[in-house]
C-alpha cells in the first residue's frame, strides 16, 4: 500500500514530466479505439522505434486515449514548454519528418497541422486542437483527461489530481457532507434519464442493510455513441475513483462495472487500472489504512442493448436473461441481490472527482438552471466534423453543429439532429435555437440521452430514419412484455406499410395511438420510449408522411418502393454505362440509341444512378 | 432474431474440456457467474452447443433451459461454430433477383449446410448477408475477404473448390 | 405490518404496505383482470393486461406488482385503462391462433374471457405471426406455442417444482417458451406432473386427450371395460361443472360413468387401501430387518419419475409397491380376471386421475401383473378428460342420482381416500402399521401432526416403545430440500411421503384448471383436502386392514402382505434416470 505522503511524491513528480522546458519534448499518440482502428498503433512504434534510434533523451512518447477529433485520426500531439501541437492524419511514412524537423530541429510540420487540414476554412497556422472551433466552444469536465494522460499509467493520472477526490472525502468528509457536496452540484444523470445524482445517492444512503452495491452503466448500446467508451478508455482511473467515492457515500464496499464486450480496450485499461489501484491501496480493505473498505469488479454484457436499463443490468449482472424488473422496488431500495444499490453512468461518475476537488459551486456554475455542468456529445451524420465534443449544458444546437460541427457538407441543407438514440427524438431545424438541457429536449419530444447526437440533411427521409430506430428496438426489445414485444413489431410493420405506399390516413391515427399506448402501457424504459423516433417525426415532419400515404411518394427520394429511376433523354449521351451497370436488364438501349428504363423490371437499386456520369439518370 | 441450432456433432477435446471444468470449478459457487461461465466456454469451444451448455448446467448447477434461454437472449452467444472458410451470401434485392438463391441452394446441396451453418469438418460456415454495396456485380457472394459477382449456380463449385484443401 | 391507508376508486382501504394494488383492491371487492399473475408464484407484471392509473405516476402501472403506498389514489376503471387493456388483448390476438370454436380452453380460456369482456376487434393489429409446430412428442401433455401468450406461469410452475425443463427461448418477438435447445419435452428431464397445465391461463399446454380411445372401448362389444377413480376425483370433478371448490359428488360421478356405459365402476381407494397393506407390511419389514431406511412412498408417478432423474441414489429408499392405480389395474387384470373367467386380454382398464404422470406411468416397464405385454392399466384420464366425456355425453351432470360403485373392488376405507391430498398416504400408512406394531386397536386414528397443505411436515411418534420419525413433502421443491437434508444427515427419519404435486393430488396437473383469479386468493388445496378428510370421517371403515374386500382379496388370492404373489404382481423396479437431462 501506498501512503498518502508517497501520493504525494508522485504527484509532484510526474507533474513535472507535463510540463517539459522549452528545449524537451513530450510526444503522445492518440491510441483509443478509434485512433487504433486509423493505425495509430504503427504510427506509436514508429515514433519509438526512431527516436531511440536517434537517441533523442529530451523527447518522452506515450499513449493517451480520445482527443475527440474522430475524423482526424490519427492524432499525434507534441508538447513543448508551453506550446502543444496538433497533427493529423499521421501515418508511419510521415514520422520520420516530424522527428526530423520538429523533435529534432524545433520547427513544427505545418503540413501537417489540424489547422492545415482543418476542412473550415480556418487559419493554416493554427497548429493546435485547442485554437479550433471544434475545440473552443468545449469544456473539458469529464473528458479532462481524455487524450492528456496515459490512461494505462496510474502515476500520470495522480499528477492531474487524481486520487485526491477520494482522499479528501474519505479524510475530511463524513458521507453525508460527500452527498451534499453532490445534491448541491446540482449534477444529474448522464445515462440518459437526468435523475440528480445527489438525490439516488442520499436514498440509497438511508436503506440500512448488510450489504450495498455500487454499479457503473458502462453498456453504450445507444448505436452512435461512444463518450463512455471514450472515456474509459482515456481515463478509467477517473472512474474507479467516483465509484469508490460513491461506495463511500452510501456505505457499500463492493462496485460492479458493467462494460459491453464489444470494447475490448476499454476493458483491458479498467483491468489495467484496477489492479494499479488495488495496488497502491486505493482499492481492497482499508483503503489508505482507513477503515473505508471498497472493492471492484467488471461483468462483460454480452450483447443486449435492453442491459442499459438498470434494473436489467442488475438481472444480467446476476447471471440471468437481461430482463427488466417492474419498480418500484427502485434499486435504492432493492437493486443487486435484492440489495440496496445506486446505479451511475460513466459519464456521471466521470465528472465526480472534480466536483469533490473544485466544489458544487464551481459545478453548478457552468449550464442551466435546472441542467448543470457539461454534456459529451458525438457528433455524427451529416456534418462536417464528426467526433467528441464535450460542452456546457445550454450551449445551442446552432453552435454545435454550425460552430463546432462545421455545418452539414457539400452545402446540403440541415433537416433535423437526432438525439437520444432509439429513445430520443428528431429536432427539426424549426428549433435551430434551442438551448440544450435535459428538460428543454424532453419539452419538444426528443431527450438527452446518452448522447449520441446525429445529423440529418435533406436527403435523409424521416419516415424511414422512424422505421430504422423502430427495427432497432424490435431487433432489442427482451420480449417480456407485451406492449414492447408485440407492439413494437406492429408499429415497424405500419412504417414499412407506410414507406412501401400501401399505407392509409387511418393508419397514420393507428399507428400514433399504438404509440401512446406503448409509452404508457410497456414495462421498462426501452419500450416506454421507443414509440419516440415515430412520435417526434409525426409531430415535426408529419407532411413526409402524408406525402408517403397521399401522395405515394418519398420527398427524401429514399424509400425504393415510392421512387423510380428515369432517364433524363435531353442529358443522356447514350454511353450505355447504365445498362452495363444495371443488375436485372431493366434499360433498353444501345450505343447512340435512346436509353429507357423498364419499370417493370426495375428494382431500385440505384447502380444506373450511380454508373451515369452525365446526371442523365433521374430520381423521381 | 431466432438463433439457428448447428447440427455438426459435438468435437470438443478433452484439452477443452478440462479447460471449461477449471473455469467451471472457479466459479462453481458464485451464484452469478453463469454468464461469465458461457464466455469462457465460448471463447475455449467457438460456440455453445448443447454438449458444451449441459456441462455448464450440470457444473453450474441449473437446468440447461437456462443456460439455452441465456444463451439466446444475449446477441453474443452463438449456437454454430463458424467455418474457417466464411462464405456470405448476398440475399439484398438485387442479388435476390439475379438468383442468389440458387447459389445458396447450390452450396447447400455440395457443402449440405444451410444458412447460419457450419461443415462437419468445420472447413465452411455459410450466411446469408444484406447488401454489400456491390449490386452491380449481382449475385455477390464472398469467401472471406475474398468478392465473387456475376456469379450462376454453375460458378459455385469451382469457387468452393479452391478452398477445398 | 404497518398499515397505509389509500383509495381505490374513491372508496378507502387500510391494508399492510407490503400489499400490491391488485391485492389491496380485492379487500374491498375490486376486481382487476388478470393474466400473467400468479400470487407468490409468477409477479412478473409482463402481461399489462392489470394497468392501472395512480394519481402522480408518469404512465400507467402495472398493479400486480405495483405496492401501495400512503395516501395513493387508484383508479382501476377509467375509459383510458379500458382501453389500454383493449388494446394489450389486440395485441396478443394479433399472435395468437384464434382458434377458440376447438380449443380445448375455450369456456375456461382466461383471455378469451378477457377478450369477451373487453370487445375486442381481434383482427386489428394482425401481422406477422411466427407459426409453431406443436409438441405431441411427450405421453401425458402437448404444448401449442401458436396460443402461448408468454405469460410465463408455465415457466414459473415448473421451476417452482425444482424442474425447470421449461423456460423463455430467444428474445423479443421471437421470445417462446421451450426447452433447451427447442427439443421435445419427451426428450428431456420432464416429470410429467402437469403443473404447468393447470397453471395455464390459455389452451397453450394441455394433457394428451385419450377421452376418444376410451368412446372407443366402450363401443367394442368384445371388451370388459373397468373404470376406477382416484381418491381426489370425487372432490375436484364438480369444479369442472361449476360447482364450489371441495364438493364431493362421488355418487354423482358413479352415476355419470355407469352412464357412459362402463361395465364396472370401481374405486382406486381400495387400491390405496391393498397399497397400504403392502407398503405398511415392508416398512415393518425394513425396521425390523434392518432394511433401507427411511423408506419413502411410491405412490406418486411424479415424484417417481423426479427421483428417477435428480436423485437416482435414492431408488433403494423408493418402496417397491406399484401404485395404487397400477395395483388396481394388477388386481382386476390377475385376480378379477380369473375369478370372473374373462381374458385379460379383452379387459380395459381405465382410470379416472388426478395426474398426467399417470399417463406416463401406464407405459412403464415392469407394469405388467398377467404378464405377456398385458399393461395392468390401459388408458389412464385426467380429471378434466372424464369432464369433457360427460360433456360430449351430454349427461347433465348436476341432475345426476347419487349411485355406488360396484364390488367387490368399490369397497374402501377412510384411509383409502385421504390419498389424495398431501399427508394422506402416511396418515393411512401409520393407522395400519402403528397398530400392527402396538398389537392392539388404536385409541386415536387422526394423525394430525401430517395433515394440512403445508408442503414440509414432519412428526415425532411413539410406538411401542420405539420412536418413529416421519416426514411428509409435497411439490419437488420441497422434496428436494427434505431430501438433500436426509443425504446431508440434518435430519433423519424413517418413513417419508413425497407427493409429486404441491399439496398432493388435489392439485395435481390433472385437476380441473381454475383461472388465476381463483388460484390465487382461493386455498384450493385447503378446501379440496377437507373435503377428503371429511370424506374420511364419514366412512365406517377408516382403516385399510379393516378393508373387508382388502382381506377377501388376500383370503382368496394374495395370501398376505408381501407374499411371494403379492410380489410378483404389486411390486416394481425403477430406473436410473439420471443425466437424463436429455435422453
Ligand atoms: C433501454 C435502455 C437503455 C439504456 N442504456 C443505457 C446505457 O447504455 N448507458 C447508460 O449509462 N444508461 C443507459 N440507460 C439508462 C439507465 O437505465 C440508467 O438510468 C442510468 O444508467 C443511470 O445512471 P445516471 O443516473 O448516471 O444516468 C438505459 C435505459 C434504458 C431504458
Ligand atoms: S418494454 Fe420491452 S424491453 Fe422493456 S420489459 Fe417490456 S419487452 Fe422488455
Ligand atoms: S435502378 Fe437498378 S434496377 Fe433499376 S434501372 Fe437502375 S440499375 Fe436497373
Ligand atoms: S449512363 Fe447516363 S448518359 Fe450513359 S446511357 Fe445511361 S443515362 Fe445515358
Ligand atoms: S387459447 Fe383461449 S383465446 Fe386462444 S383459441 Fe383457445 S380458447 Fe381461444
Ligand atoms: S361464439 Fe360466435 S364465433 Fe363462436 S361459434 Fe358462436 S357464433 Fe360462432
Ligand atoms: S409437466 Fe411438470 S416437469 Fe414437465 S414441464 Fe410441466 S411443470 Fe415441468
Ligand atoms: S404456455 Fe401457457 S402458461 Fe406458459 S407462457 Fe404460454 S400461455 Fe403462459
Ligand atoms: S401428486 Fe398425485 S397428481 Fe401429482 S404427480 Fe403425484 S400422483 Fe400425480
Ligand atoms: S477521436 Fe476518439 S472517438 Fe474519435
Ligand atoms: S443486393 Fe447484393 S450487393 Fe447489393
Ligand atoms: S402485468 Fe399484472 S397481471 Fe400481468
Not at chain 1, 338 to 361: C, H, M, W
Not at chain 2, 147 to 164: A, E, N, P
Request: with cysteine; aromatic share 6%.
Amino acid at each position: 500500500m501506498v501512503s498518502l505522503d508517497k501520493i504525494k511524491a508522485i504527484r509532484d513528480r510526474v507533474r513535472k514530466q507535463f510540463l517539459p522546458a522549452d528545449n524537451t519534448y513530450r510526444v503522445v499518440v492518440g491510441m483509443a479505439t478509434c485512433g487504433i482502428a486509423a493505425g495509430a498503433k504503427s504510427v506509436y512504434d514508429e515514433l519509438v522505434k526512431v527516436i531511440k534510434e536517434k537517441g533523442l533523451d529530451n523527447v518522452t512518447v506515450s499513449q493517451t486515449g480520445c482527443i475527440g477529433a474522430c475524423q482526424y485520426e490519427p492524432i499525434v500531439e507534441v508538447y513543448s514548454g508551453d506550446q502543444r501541437v496538433t497533427y493529423v492524419k499521421i501515418t508511419a511514412d510521415k514520422v520520420d519528418e516530424i522527428i526530423y524537423r520538429h523533435l529534432m530541429g524545433g520547427h513544427p510540420v505545418e503540413k501537417y497541422t489540424i489547422g492545415a487540414v482543418l476542412k473550415s476554412g480556418e487559419d493554416d497556422n493554427i497548429l493546435s486542437i485547442e485554437d479550433t472551433a471544434f475545440y473552443k466552444y468545449q469544456k473539458r469536465v469529464a473528458l479532462r483527461n481524455c487524450g492528456i494522460i496515459n490512461p494505462e499509467s496510474i502515476d500520470e493520472y495522480i499528477a492531474f489530481d487524481g486520487y485526491q477526490a477520494l482522499i479528501d472525502c474519505i479524510t475530511k468528509y463524513t458521507p453525508e457532507e460527500v452527498i451534499e457536496i453532490v445534491k448541491a452540484s446540482g449534477l444529474r444523470g448522464r445515462g440518459g434519464g437526468g435523475f440528480p445524482t445527489g438525490i439516488k445517492w442520499s436514498l440509497a444512503a438511508k436503506n440500512q442493510a448488510d450489504q450495498k452495491y455500487v454499479c457503473c452503466n458502462a453498456d453504450e448500446g445507444d448505436p452512435g455513441a461512444f463518450m463512455d467508451r471514450s472515456v474509459l478508455e482515456g481515463d478509467p482511473h477517473a472512474v474507479i475513483e467516483a465509484m469508490a467515492i460513491a461506495g463511500y457515500a452510501i456505505g457499500a464496499t463492493q462496485g460492479y462495472i458493467y462494460v459491453r464486450a464489444e470494447y475490448p480496450v476499454a476493458v483491458k485499461r479498467l483491468k489495467i487500472a484496477i489492479d494499479q489501484a488495488r495496488e497502491y491501496g486505493l482499492l481492497g480493505k482499508n483503503i489508505l489504512g482507513t477503515d473505508f473498505t471498497f472493492d471492484l469488479d467488471i461483468r462483460l454484457g454480452a450483447g443486449a442493448f435492453v442491459c442499459g436499463e438498470e434494473t436489467a443490468l442488475m438481472t444480467s449482472i446476476e447471471g440471468k436473461r437481461g430482463e427488466p424488473r417492474p419498480r418500484p422496488p427502485y434499486p435504492a431500495v432493492k437493486g443487486l441481490f435484492g440489495k440496496p444499490t445506486i446505479l451511475n453512468n460513466v459519464e456521471t461518475y466521470a465528472n465526480i472527482p472534480q466536483i469533490i476537488l473544485k466544489g458544487s459551486e464551481w459545478f453548478a456554475s457552468m449550464g442551466t438552471e435546472k441542467s448543470k455542468g457539461t454534456k459529451v456529445f458525438a457528433l455524427g451524420g451529416k456534418i462536417n466534423n464528426t467526433g467528441l465534443v464535450e460542452i456546457p449544458m445550454g450551449t445551442t444546437l446552432r453552435q454545435v453543429i454550425e460552430e463546432i460541427g462545421g455545418g452539414i457538407p457539400n452545402g446540403k441543407k440541415f433537416k433535423a439532429a437526432q438525439t437520444g438514440g432509439p429513445s430520443g427524438g428528431c429536432i427539426p431545424s424549426s428549433k435551430f435555437e434551442i438551448e440544450i438541457d435535459y428538460d428543454n429536449l424532453v419539452n419538444i419530444g426528443s431527450m438527452m440521452g446518452s448522447g449520441g447526437l446525429i445529423v440529418m440533411d435533406e436527403d435523409t427521409c424521416m419516415v424511414d430514419i422512424a422505421k430504422f430506430f423502430l427495427d432497432f428496438t424490435v431487433d432489442e426489445s427482451c420480449g417480456k412484455c407485451t406492449p414492447c414485444r408485440i407492439g413494437t413489431k406492429r408499429l415497424h410493420e405500419m412504417l414499412e406499410k407506410i414507406t412501401s405506399g400501401n399505407a392509409t390516413m387511418e393508419d397514420l391515427d393507428k399507428l400514433e395511438e399504438l404509440c401512446y399506448y406503448i409509452k404508457d402501457n410497456a414495462l421498462c424504459g426501452l419500450g416506454q420510449t421507443a414509440p419516440n423516433p415515430v412520435l417526434s417525426t409525426l409531430k415535426y415532419f408529419y407532411d413526409e408522411y402524408k406525402a408517403h400515404v397521399v401522395d405515394r411518394k418519398c420527398p427524401a427520394g429514399v424509400c425504393k418502393n415510392l421512387i423510380s429511376y428515369v432517364i433524363d433523354d435531353t442529358k443522356c449521351k447514350r454511353c450505355t454505362a447504365c445498362k452495363r451497370a444495371c443488375p436485372v436488364q431493366a434499360i433498353e438501349g444501345a450505343v447512340k440509341q435512346p436509353h429507357v428504363i423498364d419499370q417493370s423490371k426495375c428494382i431500385k437499386c440505384g447502380a444506373c444512378y450511380e454508373a451515369c456520369k452525365f446526371g442523365a439518370v433521374v430520381k423521381r | 432474431m431466432k438463433k439457428s441450432i448447428s447440427k455438426i456433432p459435438f468435437r470438443g477435446t478433452p484439452e477443452q474440456e478440462k479447460q471449461l471444468m477449471e473455469v467451471i470449478k472457479k466459479h462453481r459457487d458464485q451464484k452469478d457467474a453463469l454468464i461469465k461461465v458461457m464466455q469462457e466456454a465460448q471463447e475455449i469451444y467457438g460456440y455453445l452447443p448443447l454438449e458444451v451448455q449441459q456441462m455448464i448446467a450440470e457444473g453450474m448447477n441449473v437446468p440447461v433451459e437456462e443456460v439455452y434461454g441465456i444463451a439466446t437472449f444475449y446477441a453474443m452467444f452463438s449456437l454454430s461454430p463458424k467455418g474457417e472458410n466464411k462464405i456470405s451470401v448476398c440475399l439484398g434485392t438485387a442479388c435476390y433477383v439475379k438468383g442468389a438463391q440458387a447459389l445458396i441452394d447450390r452450396i447447400t446441396e455440395v457443402l449440405g449446410i444451410r444458412p447460419g451453418e457450419c461443415t462437419e469438418d468445420g472447413k465452411f460456415s455459410l450466411e446469408a448477408c444484406r447488401c454489400i454495396g456491390a449490386c452491380g456485380l449481382a449475385p455477390v457472394m464472398t469467401i472471406n475477404d475474398d468478392v465473387y459477382g456475376r456469379l450462376t449456380d454453375k460458378d459455385v463449385d469451382g469457387i468452393l473448390k479452391k478452398y477445398m484443401d | 405490518m404497518n398499515m397505509v391507508n389509500l383509495k381505490i376508486n374513491g372508496i378507502p382501504v387500510t391494508v399492510p404496505e407490503n400489499y400490491t394494488i391488485l391485492e389491496a383492491a380485492r379487500e374491498i371487492g375490486i376486481e382487476i383482470p388478470t393474466l400473467c399473475y400468479m400470487w407468490k408464484m409468477n409477479e412478473i407484471g409482463a402481461c399489462r393486461i392489470c394497468v392501472v392509473e395512480v394519481k402522480g405516476a408518469r404512465s400507467l402501472v402495472a398493479s400486480c406488482v405495483y405496492p401501495v403506498s400512503e395516501g395513493m389514489e387508484v383508479q382501476t376503471n377509467t375509459l383510458k385503462i379500458q382501453k389500454a387493456r383493449k388494446t394489450t388483448l389486440e395485441l396478443i390476438l394479433s399472435n395468437h391462433d384464434k382458434n377458440c370454436l376447438s380449443c380445448v380452453r375455450s369456456g375456461s380460456c382466461e383471455l378469451q374471457k378477457l377478450c369477451h369482456d373487453f370487445g375486442v376487434d381481434s383482427a386489428r393489429f394482425d401481422g406477422d405471426t411466427p407459426k409453431f409446430d406443436i409438441d405431441y412428442s411427450a405421453p401425458h401433455m402437448y404444448r401449442d406455442n401458436n396460443k402461448c401468450i408468454l405469460c410465463r406461469r408455465c415457466v414459473a410452475a415448473c421451476k417452482a417444482q425444482h424442474v425447470g425443463v421449461i423456460g423463455a427461448n430467444d428474445r423479443g418477438f421471437d421470445t417462446h417458451i421451450g426447452c433447451a435447445f427447442d427439443m421435445p419435452l419427451e426428450k428431456v428431464a420432464c416429470i410429467s406432473c402437469g403443473q404447468c397445465i393447470v397453471n395455464c391461463p390459455t389452451g397453450a399446454l394441455s394433457e394428451r386427450d385419450d377421452t376418444d380411445k376410451v368412446f372407443e372401448a366402450l363401443s367394442d362389444p368384445t371388451k370388459h371395460v373397468i373404470v376406477q377413480t382416484a381418491p381426489s376425483i370425487r372432490v375436484t370433478l364438480g369444479e369442472c361443472f361449476g360447482m364450489a371448490p371441495g364438493s364431493i359428488v362421488t355418487g354423482k360421478m358413479v352415476a355419470a360413468l355407469k352412464r357412459l356405459g362402463f361395465d364396472k365402476v370401481f374405486d382406486t381407494d381400495f387400491a390405496a387401501d391393498l397399497t397400504i397393506m403392502e407398503e405398511a407390511n415392508e416398512f415393518l419389514d425394513r425396521v425390523k430387518n434392518g432394511g433401507k431406511l427411511p423408506l419413502i412412498t411410491s405412490c406418486s408417478p411424479g415424484w417417481i419419475k423426479f427421483c428417477e432423474m435428480y436423485h437416482p441414489d435414492l431408488l433403494d429408499n423408493l418402496s417397491s409397491c406399484k401404485s395404487p392405480q397400477q395395483m388396481f389395474g394388477a388386481i382386476i387384470k390377475t385376480w378379477y380376471a380369473e375369478k370372473n373367467g374373462i381374458d385379460p386380454k379383452d379387459i380395459v382398464v381405465v382410470s379416472i386421475m388426478p395426474c398426467t404422470a399417470k399417463k406416463f406411468e401406464i407405459g412403464r416397464a415392469d407394469q405388467s401383473a398377467a404378464g405377456n405385454g398385458i399393461p395392468d392399466c390401459d388408458i389412464a384420464l385426467t380429471t378434466r378428460e372424464l369432464a369433457r366425456m360427460i360433456e360430449r355425453a351430454h349427461i347433465k351432470f348436476d341432475l345426476l342420482p347419487d349411485e355406488e360403485f360396484d364390488n367387490p373392488l368399490g369397497e374402501s376405507s377412510g384411509a383409502g381416500v385421504i390419498f389424495g391430498a398431501t399427508g394422506g398416504v402416511m396418515e393411512a400408512a401409520l393407522r395400519t402399521a402403528v397398530e400392527t406394531l402396538e398389537g392392539k386397536p388404536l385409541e386415536n386414528i387422526d394423525f394430525t401432526a401430517v395433515r394440512g397443505t403445508q408442503s414440509l411436515k414432519e412428526a415425532e411418534l411413539e410406538v411401542a416403545g420405539m420412536k418413529i420419525r416421519v416426514a411428509v413433502a409435497s411439490g419437488m421443491e420441497s422434496a428436494h430440500e427434505l431430501l438433500n437434508k436426509v443425504k446431508s444427515g440434518e435430519a433423519e427419519y424413517h418413513f417419508i411421503e413425497i407427493m409429486g404435486c404441491p399439496g398432493g393430488c388435489i392439485n395435481g396437473g390433472g385437476q380441473p384448471v381454475q383461472p388465476a383469479s381463483v388460484r390465487s386468493f382461493v386455498d384450493l388445496k385447503k378446501l379440496r383436502s377437507e373435503a377428503l378428510y371429511a370424506d374420511d370421517r364419514a366412512n365406517t371403515i377408516r382403516k385399510s386392514h379393516e378393508n373387508p374386500m382388502i382381506k377377501l382379496l388376500y383370503n382368496e388370492y394374495l395370501e398376505k402382505p408381501g407374499s411371494h404373489r403379492a410380489h410378483k404382481i404389486l411390486h416394481t423396479t425403477y430406473v436410473n434416470r439420471s443425466k437424463m437431462v436429455v435422453k
